[in-house]
């Protein structure tokens, strides 16, 4: 079957090619039908092409091969930018319930204009849009300033009667509105959620208990600096320092700091006090901290990097890049991966360390999938089940 579907896609690729060189042939009166005719072929394809990535999305196919989402999937396989790709997969998904539209795009009458503008109506508003207006919008296609009119004035109707009572309010969204006074001097609001809001605090109470420590300390500075002034002051901290790093040369160290507490029992025997995350322990810095029977601190060891400075360079002048299989991500949300696990008497040494996003490094540890280096310091990624995953980009024109 497989074999079949491709065999016929190819002959109609072949053909079209074929269309393309007797399109220089062809007389000036004959121009203007072959243009509409193959815009019409263009249209068809690109619904053939949503159709595909709608059956992905269906099957979870981008979560078997490891992807986040079905957007970069899709964008593996086709050579589009990952936005577009991602907006092809929101466009297969509102046409579920759009028959007319589907329908119509299959027969070649919709491009992309159409399509965005069809399925931006649907998500605005999917309890109003209705196969009636489905039907009246494809009506209007043919003539686009109409069409888009209506387009327009559809998704300004939904909006307003969203916001027209308490129940119709949309989703919250966050937000962070900055604007300049006379003086100079900017003001603004954050808009945060709650998980969003628990990790900008933590990071900036973190730098204000730095600044009351040297504040007490005598740093004159600090003097008549308020709460609120520290807290603005350990934003433009932590912007100032994100722009130092360059983001494709570095990774992020120290990503966690993680205390091995040891207990000692009243037999002398030493043993680890409850577990330790594994896709942490693989780029991390770790102390040791041993606890006696009655809970008194008995030793706390020197921090030591799990990855040294050197190693880390290396690995990342070899790698560039996340290994895993179709990621790019670059080093600065990296970490460095132990191929065999530190805990399972993996050497820390560069012939055992590859780069992994965060998302992948969590996704391997979490789902028992691994990766490993061959002899020459090239990464295989194999499933739980033992097999490699092999990623190959069908995309026009790749090897």
Sequence with gaps: MAETLTGDFEKVLLRLRELDEMSALAEAHELAPLLGLAQACANAAEQVVRSLADRAQRLELWALEGFRAPGRWV?????????????????????????????AAAAGELNSTHIDALTACQREAPE????????????????????????????????????????????????????????GWHHGSLHLAPEDAAIVG?????????????RREGDPTLDGMGIGAMRAQALVDLCD??????????????RHRIALTMHVDEHGNVAPVGP?????????????????????????????????????????RRDRHCRFPGCCA??????????QHWEHGGRTAVTNGVLLCRWHHTYLHR??????????????????????LLLRSHAPGSP
Excluded at 75 to 103: F, I, K
Excluded at 156 to 168: F, H, I, L
Excluded at 290 to 316: H, N
């Design 75 to 103: 964008a593996l396989h086709t050579g589009l930018t990952t936005p577009r790709a991602a907006a092809v997969c929101r466009q297969a998904r509102a046409l579920r319930d759009m028959p007319t539209s589907r329908d």
């Design 128 to 183: 109003q849009y209705s196969p009636e207006i489905d039907e009246l919008l494809v009506g209007l296609a043919p003539q686009l300033d109409d069409f888009l009119t209506a387009t327009r004035a559809f998704r300004e109707c939904a909006r307003a009667q969203r916001g027209g009572g308490p129940d119709a309010d949309p989703a919250p969204q966050a937000s962070f509105l900055l604007s300049e006074s006379l003086d």
């Design 202 to 214: 933590a990071a900036l109470d973190r730098r204000i208990t730095r600044m009351i420590q040297a």
């Design 241 to 254: 320092a994100d722009l130092r790093r360059d983001p494709n040369q570095r990774r992020a160290p120290d």
């Design 276 to 316: 330790v995350p594994a896709a942490s322990t693989c780029d991390a810095e770790l102390f040791r901290m041993v606890v006696g029977v009655g809970g008194e601190i008995l030793d706390v060891g020197r921090a030591t990097r799990t990855w040294s400075p050197p190693q880390a360079d290396a690995i990342i």
């Design 330 to 339: 670059p080093p600065a949300h990296c970490d460095v991966h132990h191929c």
């Design 367 to 388: 789902h028992g999938w691994s990766i490993r280096l061959d002899e020459a310091q090239r990464a295989h990624t194999y499933r739980p089940d033992g097999t490699e």
